[in-house]
């Protein structure tokens, strides 16, 4: 009987562990978003609700027909600051409402840092 090479039997845990991590992740309570205008950009996120009620497609498309029927768009504001145990996160800081006439780009972002819920989520 020959034996499999080492590397190969190393390698399978590894990724029964990485598919298992993966398997328990659930979908990202707040999906952040870049808005970019002429002044500045903004980091806005929104929850599954929000983005589900906005329609189907694409997530910063259903952003852009919202803000494009409706004329404004209302989010929370995500900036980076600190938890309460110390680590750095997104956080929110206010609720914000952005204007189509002030708008050039709505993309999505993904950030490096865990994110918290907004408040009362």
Excluded: C, H, N
């Excluded at 929000?50 to 768009?73: D, I």
């Amino acid at each position: 009987m020959t034996r499999p090479p080492r590397r190969i039997v190393l390698a399978a845990p590894m990724i029964a562990l990485a598919g298992a991590a993966a398997a328990q992740d659930p979908a990202p309570a707040i999906r952040l978003f870049r808005v970019v205008s002429q002044r500045d950009d903004i980091i806005i996120g929104l929850t599954a609700a929000e983005l589900a009620a906005l329609g189907s497609g694409p997530e910063a498309e259903r952003l852009g027909r919202a803000l494009a029927g409706q004329g404004q768009l209302g989010a929370w504001r995500y900036v980076v600051g600190r938890a309460p145990d110390g680590s750095t996160r997104y956080a929110t800081t206010a609720r914000v409402s952005i204007l189509r006439q002030e708008t050039y780009r709505i993309e999505p972002y993904a950030p490096a840092l865990p994110v918290a819920p907004p408040p009362g989520g």
